[in-house]
């Protein structure tokens, strides 16, 4: 059976990481945002919880620190960051696919992180993405991801030398596709990243949403 055709914006995704290779890695892996983040959704689930990692990238150090003490799924389009994924965190388990088209049995997961993955969505994967991990956490399972502050999409042109897509749908739209997919948004915190700068210098800017699936 032939694989479904891949929406072009996400084939340019996959192609971009599968070219920018280790750079994304030695640019981006001292940020302690992620870190924050990924330490948070670590210690609210009890050891050997079942998360996925959407959008894991080279793995290290989110998907690293999760797999050291969770059962964690990586998932990610890119055949050269899921190679690095394999070296860097070498506990997760590594899929190659694409997140906006991935399926999970329902209520199969305690957690699901996604950091700095969904900002290459186009705009309308977003709610759906938001949807469908609400399907797969169990009552009472954590979501803990980044997202774009503004909506809109576009392609940067040279972005650590190749050509980006990026899309979004802002704050209030994200927050509301988490609440109309039944969860409950926790925190919705925009963090300035003084300690992770752009390639123009200035602070990286990110939705942070810790949300959660209900109990009951
Ligand atoms: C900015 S990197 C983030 C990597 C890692 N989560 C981190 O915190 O460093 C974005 C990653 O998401 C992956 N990605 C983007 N869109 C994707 C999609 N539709 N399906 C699967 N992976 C995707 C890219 O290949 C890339 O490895």
Known sequence: MSEPELDPRIAMVRDGYDAIGRRYHDWSHSGSTRLRFA?????RLAPGSTLVDLGCGPGDPATRLLS????????????VQLKIARQLAPQALLVRADISRFAIRPAALDGVASFYALGHLPPDRHRPLLEAV????????????????SAGEGVEDGWLGVPMFFGGVGVDATVAAATGAGLVVERAEHVVETDSLAEDGSP?????????????
């Open 39 to 43: 330490r948070e959704l670590t210690d």
């Open 68 to 79: 050291e003490r969770h059962l964690v799924v990586g998932v990610d389009l890119s055949a």
């Open 134 to 149: 609400a399907r797969w956490l169990r009552p009472g399972g954590v979501l803990v991801t980044s997202a774009p502050l």
């Open 204 to 216: 990286e800017q990110f939705l942070w949403l810790v949300a959660s699936r209900p109990e009951t």
